[in-house]
């Protein structure tokens, strides 16, 4: 069991900054692959970045390649992504996910999920 707690969301407008945060309570936090989801109104949560424990493997969707970047400190037991040139679309609920599976991008391959945090941007 490990706990995730994000924070970070808010409102902004478009072409405006974010850094979300996910924080996680275990000891184990550097083997779990670390992943970013937005659930938009009325949509499906989607993946939206994730890296492996090591840091060193990230992935990321085509709808936020090259603006988002995903990190972790694993001292500190969190993940961050940074979001940059929002958009609109963007806005969702995001949340952070913990998997055992080394590369998963996908909802169903994730074990933990926290809370989620609400960014909105306007336009």
């Known amino acids: 069991q490990v706990q995730l707690a994000e924070s970070g969301g808010g409102l902004v407008q478009a072409g405006g900054s974010l850094r979300l945060s996910c924080t996680a309570s275990g000891r184990r936090f550097s083997t779990y692959t670390m992943g970013w989801f937005r659930q938009a109104p009325g949509k499906e949560r989607e993946f939206v970045a994730r890296?492996?424990?090591?840091?060193?493997?990230?992935t990321y969707a085509d709808s936020v390649k090259g603006r988002f970047t995903i990190s972790r400190d694993n001292a500190k037991a969190t993940v961050y992504l940074q979001m940059n040139s929002l958009k609109p679309e963007d806005t969702a609920v995001y949340y952070c996910?913990?998997?055992?599976?080394?590369?998963?991008?996908?909802?169903?391959?994730?074990?933990?999920w926290g809370q989620g945090t609400q960014v909105t941007v306007s336009s």
């Open positions: 996910a913990a998997s055992t599976i080394f590369f998963a991008t996908m909802t169903s391959q994730y074990n933990y």
């Open positions: 890296n492996t424990w090591s840091g060193s493997s990230t």
